[in-house]
């Protein structure tokens, strides 16, 4: 049965009941690559990153302002859920689209101390990354906690163009008018790199230990960048499948001369990846 309404301390317990290796929190579960970083931020912290499971503009651009999962994206959540259900997470900080939202609820069942950050969002690029009002995704996920979203409608929104008439419109036909709206400001790296230092800087300010940061495929690569003292360009770095989870591993700074910097992706095949995604 579900412990909605449990208290953190009680989820663990929880879990612990079903899997005593929960309490090791340098655990590393077998299906979940380990990916280097040497960034203070992560000092004694283990940190899972997870990128959203499926969703309709992945496979089709007739998709609904702020995509849902799929079918099969529902059953790549279950499927993952073998895996989440084995990490002692203390906090769940989800980007507030539907999509991860849903991925997030599904992976991390019952979690009782799950927070949206707008900075975990996707690039600004595309309708698909674009969000409902917070007063409208309270309603869908009561038990996520969206006090740390300043805005209600979604900022990035003034970044669009069109299409005309839309202002006059209210509820779902605002809503399915704004899909086909043009990207007129693109978020630049640099942008999303900043974004990925705050998410940093909320990771060494919260006492949770043990995280799970569900995000997007852009911002997660650039994210993975981010991990370095220094390095090429993030776009030579694996993207994350949908649903996939990545455990980040701190690894100290060597004082010795003349060794190569840490990759945060080390051990990982090599994809390339060419130009911008739009469908993260």
Known sequence: GGVRGASLREWMSCKRGRDPTVERPEMS???????????????????????????????????????KLTAEGKQQVRSQRKLSSQL???LV????LRRTLETATGLFPDHPNMVA????????????????PISDLKKSFPHVDFSNV???EDPYLARFEGPEGVEGLR??????????????????DEE?????????????SR?????ALVSHAEFLNVFLHAQMVKGAPYRMYNFLENCEIRRLAFQPPSDAKGKDEASPDKGLPRVKAAGKLSDG
């Open 29 to 67: 579960v077998k299906g979940i690559a380990d990916v280097l970083s040497k960034r203070a931020e992560l000092r004694d912290r283990d940190v899972w990153i997870v990128r959203h499971a499926q969703g309709s503009h992945n496979v089709s651009v007739d998709y609904e302002y702020d995509p």
């Open 88 to 90: 002692p997470v203390d």
């Open 93 to 96: 900080l989800v980007s507030p």
């Open 117 to 132: 950050v707008e900075h975990l969002r996707e690039s600004v690029s595309a309708t698909c990354n674009i969000r409902l």
């Open 150 to 152: 300043p805005d209600d």
């Open 171 to 188: 509820g779902d036909k605002r809503w399915d008018a704004l899909v086909s709206a043009e990207c007129i400001d693109y978020e630049t």
């Open 192 to 204: 999303m790199l900043a974004r990925s230092n705050k998410v940093l800087s909320l990771i060494a």
């Open 207 to 211: 006492p949770e230990l043990r995280i």
